[in-house]
């Protein structure tokens, strides 16, 4: 079953790939002129992270201080290195993949009756939760279902629920983007303080919350394979490592290349392609009725629901036939369902609108929801890739007419598949092994 599984996300993996190629309209003569120069450009020369350093969590980390080092550095996910590796140049031999803030939180929600020792009935209660609806939360986020699933996420849902009624009453919720950006602070302090959570560590639980691929490339690679892994193969970031010592030096992520690619301006190759409509361009990659969309009335469980079912980061919310846009929801926002205690109240029956209003930012000014980030079919390259990178966004949404239907989406993924394309068997030659195989187990 699992081996079905693996050829059925091999198989999406293609398939996606021979329409975006398919749909691409680039000059084949100049995406081959584009793919050689990447190909010769060695990786050793893009900016390193910002501080020089990456930041790697050891395996045998508790869980609390993973979460204290993510938070303390301001970043979402780190490597994990094994403490006790032996001296070896093989990068699999050293490092256990990626630990992720959000897989941390779907770990917290999956572990059932184990959060009853640190949270009572009451406590849930008085917070506003309803255990049996955020069980259903931890369910969907988990991608679990049936009905033992559900209850046996109730009480550790609660209990993760509960640290954000606790700072909500501490004047913390009052604004929940704001809370969000502070949910390490209880959710250290409170959750993580009650075994089993606190001793647990990042390498009990690194495999089974793989949240992303983790496949480093080393200094004297070319940013041609950085590329075709951020775009074709779906990766969100690229490790980089040195070669005969495999220890991360830097970090590559797809914002990071399209911001490079908008600090390109005044070269020739890139001011003739970015000078071009999107539409002549073959952008949006998908046609409009392959867009997932979310009416503002429908519920946001199912917004989230549809997102995961679809394996994207992000979905537009549209109002009548005309699938007019009136905002965005991202896979991320669903932290603050567990920040804001009221939303749990009427969980069940919260629309996306509602769930918008309360926790998307608004305008200083007018205090209105701020619109989500669109442009049209006759935008130009250059303009789309300016908004990705000056407004630090994953999609941008492609809007028609005077109702501003929602009729495509393009993505970091998509700009950078712009540009190039795999040329036969590039990097399985690189790597010595099957890059879909690994990537898909």
Not at 78 to 104: C, F, H, Q
Not at 351 to 378: Q, Y
Not at 402 to 428: K, M, Q, W, Y
Request: hydrophobic residues 45%.
């Amino acid at each position: 079953m699992a081996q079905a599984e693996e050829d059925k996300e091999v198989s999406k993996l293609s398939s996606c790939d021979e329409a975006i190629q398919s749909r691409k309209k680039l000059p084949h003569s100049l995406q081959e002129t584009l793919t050689a120069a990447f190909a010769r450009i060695p990786v050793l020369s893009f900016p390193n992270v910002p501080g020089g350093r990456v930041i790697e969590i050891m395996a045998d980390t508790t869980i609390p201080d993973a979460v204290k080092i993510l938070s303390e550095c301001n970043i979402l996910s780190a490597p994990v290195k094994i403490p006790d590796a032996p001296s070896s140049s093989d990068w699999k031999e050293r490092y256990l993949g990626i630990v992720d803030y959000s897989a941390i939180i779907l770990w917290v929600l999956e572990t059932a009756e184990l959060a009853a020792a640190a949270f009572s009935v009451g406590t849930a209660t008085a917070a506003g939760v309803g255990t049996g609806t955020v069980g259903a939360l931890g369910a969907l986020a988990l991608g679990m279902t049936g009905p033992a699933t559900v209850a046996g996420l109730t009480v550790a849902a609660a209990g993760a629920a509960v640290a954000g009624g606790l700072a909500a009453e501490k004047g913390a919720g009052k604004d929940a983007p704001t809370a969000a950006d502070r949910l390490h602070e209880d959710f250290y302090k409170v959750i993580l303080q009650e075994e089993p959570f606190k001793s647990t560590t990042v390498r009990s639980i690194i495999k089974s919350y793989r949240w992303a691929p983790f496949l480093p490339v080393a200094t004297d690679c070319s940013m041609l394979s950085v590329l075709l892994l951020l775009s074709k193969y779906r990766l969100r970031n690229v490790p980089i490592i040195e070669p005969g010592t495999p220890d991360i030096k830097n970090y590559i992520t797809q914002s990071a290349v399209v911001q490079g690619l908008e600090g390109c301006k005044g070269r020739d190759w890139f001011d003739i392609i970015a000078s071009q409509p999107i539409s002549d361009l073959g952008l949006p990659f998908m046609s409009s009725d392959e867009v997932i969309t979310i009416q503002s009335n429908e519920l946001i469980l199912e917004a989230f629901k549809r997102m995961k079912d679809n394996n994207i980061g992000g979905i537009p919310v549209v109002e009548g036939q005309q699938k007019k846009i009136v905002g965005n929801v991202s896979i991320r926002d669903i932290r603050h369902l567990l920040l804001k205690p009221e939303l749990f109240s009427n969980f069940r029956q919260l629309t996306v609108r509602d769930f918008m209003n309360a926790v998307v930012p608004t305008t200083p000014d007018s205090g209105k929801v701020i619109p989500p980030i669109t442009c049209k079919l006759e935008s130009t390259l250059g303009s789309v890739i300016h908004s990705l990178a000056s407004k630090s966004v994953h999609r941008i949404y492609v809007v028609a007419g005077e109702g501003a239907e929602v009729v495509g989406v393009i993505t970091l993924r998509d700009v950078i598949s712009c540009f190039i394309f795999e040329p036969p068997n590039h990097l399985d030659n690189y790597f010595g092994f099957s890059v879909k195989d690994l990537l898909n187990q």
